[in-house]
């Protein structure tokens, strides 16, 4: 059974910074690329970040690019968000997702991790 | 940026109606659109991948079509457990987007 276990979600200053993790388990790991998408409060959902399968490539949405650095560590089955110069507008639940065969939709995800910028 | 316009905000119909979603690209994406279900309090769920293919598990009520700028979600009978947001997402770039969602209420 596929599961993405994502952690580390915590309330933070604006100007903080935070580093997200995504525990993967019941599928190879590093055949997949890998995302972050989030979803502000009561709000709909936000594309973040991907990663290839042996982290060679990554995107970033322009709302958070030059501030967040996605990574992987492969041995560890793990994706990893490292988010600086936060705001408040990056408030949200961050879920990890794996993508579909090769095609960039996203068939599990995990059960998020909140993020709150807020003084 | 491609951006998804999804139609109507808001969808009010009965179980057993027949639920038609739109999803309208700002250029063409291609075939390359998927449709997913969130309810709340969970994780949104793959329904449809390249505009008209279901994912694994999807019951067969479910239904997608379009190409280029212009793409539908199709429920033919409602159920009950149907009642939900929708969004689209397109991939035909790696800057992913996602429509504002459609949420479908019941009547």
């Known amino acids: 059974e596929v599961q993405l276990v994502e952690s580390g979600g915590v309330v933070v200053q604006p100007g903080g910074s935070l580093r997200l993790s995504c525990a993967a388990s019941?599928?190879?790991?590093?055949?997949?690329?890998m995302h972050w998408v989030r979803q502000a409060p009561g709000k709909g959902l936000e594309w973040v970040s991907l990663?290839?399968?042996?982290?060679?490539?990554?995107y970033y949405a322009d709302s958070v690019k030059g501030r967040f650095t996605i990574s992987r560590d492969n041995s560890k089955n793990s994706l990893y968000l490292q988010m600086n110069s936060l705001r408040t507008e990056d408030t949200a639940l961050y879920y990890c997702?794996?993508?579909?065969?090769?095609?960039?939709?996203?068939?599990?995800w995990g059960q998020g991790t909140l993020v709150t910028v807020s003084s | 940026e491609i951006v998804l316009t999804q139609s109507p905000a808001t969808l009010s119909l009965s179980p057993g109606e027949r639920a038609t979603l739109s999803c309208r690209a700002s250029?063409?994406?291609?075939?390359?659109l998927a449709w997913y279900q969130q309810k709340p309090g969970q994780a949104p769920r793959l329904l449809i991948y390249?505009?008209?293919n279901r994912a694994t598990g999807i019951p067969a009520r479910f239904s997608g079509s379009g190409s280029g700028t212009d793409f539908t979600l199709t429920i033919s009978s409602l159920e009950p457990e149907d009642f939900a947001v929708y969004y689209c997402?397109?991939?035909?770039?790696?800057?992913?987007?996602f429509g504002q969602g459609t949420r479908l209420e019941i009547k």
């Open positions: 390249d505009a008209s």
């Open positions: 250029q063409s994406v291609s075939s390359y």
């Open positions: 997402q397109q991939r035909s770039n790696w800057a992913i987007t």
């Open positions: 990663i290839s399968w042996d982290g060679g490539s990554t």
């Open positions: 019941g599928f190879t790991f590093d055949d997949y690329t």
């Open positions: 997702a794996k993508i579909y065969g090769d095609y960039n939709y996203f068939d599990y």
